[in-house]
């Protein structure tokens, strides 16, 4: 079943994306052909097979408990997009009337 | 151009000085630059500064590493401590990583110096490295057509002479297409084999950093020296790669090994240039002692499909943190509101490739659609995992071509995803099933191009899987 506007838009209200109105058609078109190849993975049977997450057994490991010099937050404020004061500064989370 | 394991013995025994070895690669970085654009960044001052101090230690009489004034290029999406690290991507264009990623400070221990940053798909997601925000990266051998990706900067600076070393990325063939592409050698290890703390993650159960090289014995030692377990990634494991075997050195040192090509990777889709490049291999191994038999991968036509839900619903989950907030280039917004700051931000500085797939990617994984789709590729998964350990059991390698085709000209397939993804049949099985694959020159297809011929071998047998790659790459 081909993906309407509205799936598109939920799609990108999960991932946080603004898309471009120009893009949009573009980007149906491209996820409806993508899905509908992959789609071939439906004739499979797949009863009682155990999904693979990853390609190795892991077991937790802890680490050493040596201390270390983590990175310094001088290093991490030099990335923020603002700062202010040692702090960053990010636009508005709640509003600022209550 | 000179190997990385002559160049070492040369810095070494003080013959030839690092700083000369660096000039020199300079150089031809910026000569290659200027028509392949295979740098994102070219980090001359660190390289020379590197370089003074492998001479100090070599003068000083102390060890200076067995990659000693050794230039490496290192994609760039690894992690370099003060040296931008953009991944391809806008949103990336001022990251300056105030670490370095764990394979890269294991270079460096070696001696090796580190010449500059690669041009890649962004983020690692493509097959041609075109969809840089640095712009697309050309073939040294011609500028009309692709590199090969996503490390096809790497790849680049190999095959034109730059460096005789340079890390990549693989996903789903990212390090062994490109050499394919650009006739050199590309090694993607064992799930685990090295650390990928620092790597920009794209798929993290598929994601492995791997080697470029004109020589299988180069990336034979640069895996040697990176290898081994890391407390920083909890993914890698205390494997060694072996030394180079003893292979007979009569004229059959292949004797014994037992090599089975794929009979579902050698049919329909295979170009035909690049079918015989590999019939004529085949014959070459045999001659040389091999044992050659046909094996089969039957789920080999659900790879690309499985692969592509797998790595679409990671990236999906993996690029939600950049979100512009404490990092990355962010887009202000009327009205001070952090949400819109976010998806602006998001939409501004990540390209349309990584879009599709972080929505392609967020539709397998979302309510509805994540047992039918996500779930099911993972039970896929294990099937072509099982496939391929017992196509594997009667032999030593696998043998396929890296990729069906040669190098398209640039833009060809940008508008069909399809067509481009489709192209990661012969390399994304090894990335499901986790197991080492090394791609070897194989001669001239189509178009006066190079091929090349992929050998996949077992998990953790680096070691055999390299000795029989290197006798391939000089038959």
Redesign the interface.
């Known amino acids: 079943m081909p993906l309407t506007d509205a799936d598109?838009d939920?799609?990108?209200d999960?991932?946080?994306?603004?898309?471009?109105a120009e893009?949009r058609a573009g980007?149906r078109r491209?996820?409806d052909?993508?899905?509908g190849?992959?789609a071939?993975?439906?004739e499979?049977d797949?009863d009682g097979?155990?999904?693979?997450?990853?390609?190795?057994h892991?077991a937790?490991?802890l680490?050493?408990d040596e201390a270390v010099r983590p990175?310094?937050s001088g290093?991490?404020e030099?990335?923020?997009?603002?700062t202010s004061e040692g702090r960053?500064v990010?636009?508005?989370?709640v509003d600022g009337s209550g | 151009m000179t190997s990385a394991v002559q160049i070492a013995k040369e810095v070494r025994s003080g013959g030839r000085s690092a700083v000369d070895v660096v000039t020199e690669a300079l150089d031809r970085a910026a000569a290659s630059q200027a028509r392949t654009n295979a740098f994102v960044t070219i980090s001359s001052e660190r390289a020379l500064v590197a370089a003074r101090r492998i001479d100090d230690v070599v003068r000083s009489g102390r060890e200076p590493g067995p990659l000693a004034g050794v230039p490496v290029a290192i994609k760039d999406n690894i992690c370099t401590r003060g040296l931008r690290t953009t991944a391809g991507s806008a949103i990336l264009r001022d990251?300056?990583p105030?670490?370095d990623a764990t394979v890269v400070a294991r270079l460096e221990a070696a001696g090796a110096i580190v010449l500059g940053k690669t041009n890649l798909d962004e983020f690692g997601m493509g097959s041609s490295s075109e969809r840089s925000a640095s712009g697309p990266v050309r073939h040294p051998l011609d500028p009309g057509r692709v590199t090969g990706g996503s490390s096809g900067g790497s790849a680049a600076a190999v095959a034109d002479g730059v460096v005789p070393l340079a890390l990549g990325s693989d996903t789903g063939g990212s390090v062994r297409q490109p050499a394919a592409f650009c006739g050199v050698v590309g090694c993607k290890p064992t799930?685990?084999l090295l650390s990928r703390y620092g790597l920009i993650a794209y798929a993290?159960?598929l994601d492995q950093i791997g080697v470029l090289s004109r020589d299988v014995e180069d990336a034979r030692l640069a895996l040697a020296v990176m290898s081994g377990r890391d407390?920083l990634d909890?993914?890698s494991?205390d494997a060694a790669v072996a030394p180079e075997r003893a292979l007979a050195t009569s004229d059959a040192p292949l004797a014994g090994v037992r090599i089975g090509v794929v009979r579902e990777l050698m049919g329909e889709g295979v170009a035909p240039g690049v079918r015989s490049a590999l019939t004529a291999l085949r014959a070459r191994l045999e001659g040389l002692g091999a044992a050659v038999v046909e094996v089969s991968v039957p789920s080999v036509?659900?790879a690309v499909?499985?692969y592509?839900?797998i790595a679409t619903a990671e990236a999906?989950s993996n690029l939600?943190r950049y979100?512009?907030?404490?990092?990355?280039?962010?887009v202000?917004?009327a009205g001070?509101?952090?949400?819109?700051?976010?998806?602006?931000s998001?939409?501004a500085g990540?390209g349309?490739e990584v879009?599709?797939r972080?929505?392609?990617g967020?539709?397998?994984l979302?309510a509805g659609s994540f047992d039918?789709?996500y779930?099911?590729?993972?039970?896929?998964?294990?099937?072509v995992?099982d496939d391929v350990a017992a196509a594997l059991a009667g032999v030593d390698a696998l043998l396929t071509p890296t990729a069906p085709t040669v190098s398209w000209p640039l833009g060809a397939r940008l508008d069909d995803?399809?067509a481009m993804?489709l192209g990661d049949v012969t390399t994304c099985i090894a990335n499901?099933?986790?197991?080492p694959a090394v791609s070897v020159p194989a001669g001239i297809a189509e178009d006066d191009l190079p091929c090349g011929a992929q050998f996949v071998g077992a998990?953790f047998d680096e070691g055999r899987l390299l000795s029989i790659a290197a006798v391939a790459a000089r038959s």
Do not use: C, K, N, W
């Open positions: 598109l939920h799609l990108a999960l991932a946080r994306l603004e898309l471009p893009d980007l491209d996820l052909r993508l899905l190849y992959v071939l993975l439906q499979v797949v097979v155990v999904p693979m997450q990853r390609p190795m892991l937790d490991v680490r050493d990175v310094g290093d991490l030099a990335l923020a997009p603002a960053v990010v636009p508005r989370t | 990251f300056v105030p670490y799930y685990g993290s159960s407390p909890a993914t494991v036509r659900l499909a499985t592509y839900v999906s939600a979100d512009a907030m404490l990092y990355g280039a962010r202000a917004v001070d509101d952090q949400e819109r700051s976010m998806r602006r998001r939409a990540l349309r879009q599709r972080i929505l392609m967020t539709f397998v979302s039918a789709y779930r099911r590729a993972l039970q896929v998964r294990r099937l995992a995803p399809l993804y499901l099933a986790g197991a998990p």
